[in-house]
């Protein structure tokens, strides 16, 4: 499945610090149950990630109404 595929899994997610000092990025779905542990510094990264794309999808959201993207 790629990024571009839509999909009717639901999913839980959960995030958080781990006593270890790591961050957990937990995904609960039907049978499955994913902890994926980061170092707070990859966790920073992955956070600059998801701003970005959150700031492209408004781009491109906009566009699929039929408006025009800020400037």
Known sequence: M?????SDIAANLQIGPTTLGMVRIYVEAEGI???????PDEAEEIAEELR???EAARGMGKNVRGKSPKR
């Open 33 to 39: 149950e994913l902890p994926l542990d980061f170092d």
């Open 52 to 54: 970005a794309a959150a």
């Open 2 to 6: 790629g990024i571009e595929k839509e």
